[in-house]
């Protein structure tokens, strides 16, 4: 039996429709790595990975990854590809792994057409030309991408459509997929959507009424179509009041073409998510979200009603400021779902708008919590319970405000897997409102007392609320 364990990597992306090669394809490939394992290693126990239809320049590859693994547990020690740039495009990444990675950890690497042998390097660096094939690959990407933009900027510019997929309401033309065509089926939830919005409906309601029908949404209707081959693990398709936005503000349902409003300007670009909600808003949103007919505020009622009884269980005893902070949920919960009303349809659409509102947002919550903290007024019960617990264990309100917002965090990625079977509602700007929230709310505490004398102006409310 052969001391290695190989794994053979094959890749085929749509950067290779260009070359016309049919020695890139899949099977040519597997082909050709089969037959040099079984010339040169015919005892040897040999594994498959492939990706086909993903780029060279990144790892971002589901057959690389698992490759990748395998190393890594030390389950594959040999890997062979055809060329160079079947494993990689980006000329600096393979060169960390054909010179430090692979030979810290063992693993022969062989690729065929370009007669490579990590066996014949042990111990140096890899010839020159070597290098130099992998930085042509490199280069020779990144030249395909200019010239697929141009391309694509010219087609743009002739009125042509561009897209994989043609816009909720429209099909492409059998004959011409550049030309858009009425699919009418679609067509008429789009034009019911207008029609409500023109009826004074907000996209929260809309969303709303068409959860409540069932009507279809567009991912349901293109996986159903054949379009899509994603969906949810559990089946469940909701509309959501950003798609509602984004139909309202789509230009292409007034028969207007508008394309190349974004550029990416980066080869590697990775992509883009929302920024999220507040960790401490996010369970409630996801329970609205899960029950069609509980709206945003209703679900901030149950949470804080959890929250308030977990409160008097853990500390042991009820007071009624405790109950103040319940009965204020009840208000909150109504102008929350208002609010959002009012709202909906200014919706930031872009990465530099979705940063302003969180930046905003962030600041001003701290703000305004740091300014409750001074009155004597109920507060919410999510401050109320990481007071009673600070209280109760006796340690600083910041530190229990922080594991109380790492918590919250945890309890919406169990929530949202719970629900819907992947994360909903929960971005980067999650987890970073999660790591300044506490020390955000301490700074502006401290300022405010540094610049106010807080005193209060109906000493008479101390005692209905204290």
């Known amino acids: 039996m052969s001391e290695y364990r190989i794994g053979l990597y094959m890749r085929l992306s749509k950067e290779d429709e260009f070359s016309h090669v049919e020695s890139n394809s899949i099977t040519m490939q597997r082909m050709l790595l089969r037959a ?7 005892d040897a126990e040999v594994i498959e990975f492939a990706d086909d239809g993903y780029t060279g320049t990144n790892f971002e590859r589901p057959g690389v990854q698992s490759l990748l693994e395998q190393v890594k547990d030390l389950r594959i020690n040999c890997i062979i590809v055809k060329d160079f740039s079947r494993f990689a495009r980006d000329y600096i990444e393979l060169g960390s792994y054909l010179e430090q990675i692979f030979p810290f950890m063992g693993v022969r690497f062989i690729s065929v057409n370009d007669g490579y042998d990590s066996a014949d390097y042990k111990g140096s660096v890899a010839d020159l030309d070597v290098n130099f094939k992998n930085l042509l690959n490199d280069l020779y990407s990144k030249d395909l991408s200019v010239k697929v933009k141009a391309s694509l900027r010219s087609i743009k510019e002739q009125g ?38 023109e009826g004074g409906m907000s996209s929260v309601q809309i969303a709303k009424v068409l959860n409540e029908e069932g009507v279809k949404t567009p991912a349901q209707v293109r996986v159903e179509k054949g379009l899509r081959t994603f969906h949810p693990k559990n089946g469940i398709y909701l509309w959501q009041h950003t798609v509602i936005v984004r139909m309202l503000k789509n230009r292409a349902y007034r028969g207007d073409l508008v394309q190349g409003t974004i550029e990416c300007r980066t080869l590697r670009g990775k992509k883009k998510a929302g920024l999220g909600l507040s960790m401490v808003a996010a369970p409630a949103y996801l329970l609205s979200m899960r029950v069609p007919w509980l ?9 804080q009603g959890s929250l308030f009884l977990l409160c008097c269980v853990w500390t042991g005893r009820f007071l009624k400021k405790q109950l103040w902070s319940f009965v204020v949920a009840i208000p909150y919960g109504w102008i929350l779902d208002q609010m959002l009303q009012v709202f909906a349809n200014i919706y930031p659409i872009f990465l530099w708008e979705k940063m302003i509102v969180f930046l905003l947002g962030s600041l001003t919550l701290a703000a305004g919590i740091s ?12 401050e109320l319970f990481v007071k009673c617990i600070a209280q109760h264990t006796g340690k600083q309100f910041s530190g229990v405000k ?47 007392c540094r610049i106010f004398n807080f ?3 109906f000493p008479a409310f101390i005692k209905i609320f204290n």
């Open 36 to 42: 040099y394992a079984q010339e040169h290693f015919p």
């Open 160 to 197: 042509n459509f561009v897209g994989s997929e043609a816009p909720f309401g429209y099909r492409k033309d059998p004959e011409n997929r550049h030309r858009l065509l009425i699919e009418e089926d679609e067509a008429k939830v789009v034009r019911r959507i207008f029609s409500m919005y």
């Open 295 to 303: 709206s945003f505020g209703m679900g901030e009622c149950i949470v």
């Open 371 to 382: 300014l409750f903290f001074q009155s004597y007024l109920p507060c919410q019960v999510y």
């Open 402 to 448: 922080q594991i109380y917002d790492w918590s919250s965090l945890g309890v919406s990625f169990v929530l949202s897997l719970l629900f819907f079977h992947h994360i909903v509602g929960i971005g980067i700007g999650t987890v970073l409102c999660t790591l300044i929230n506490a020390p955000l709310i301490r700074i502006f505490e401290k300022m405010f």
């Open 455 to 457: 005193r209060p102006a």
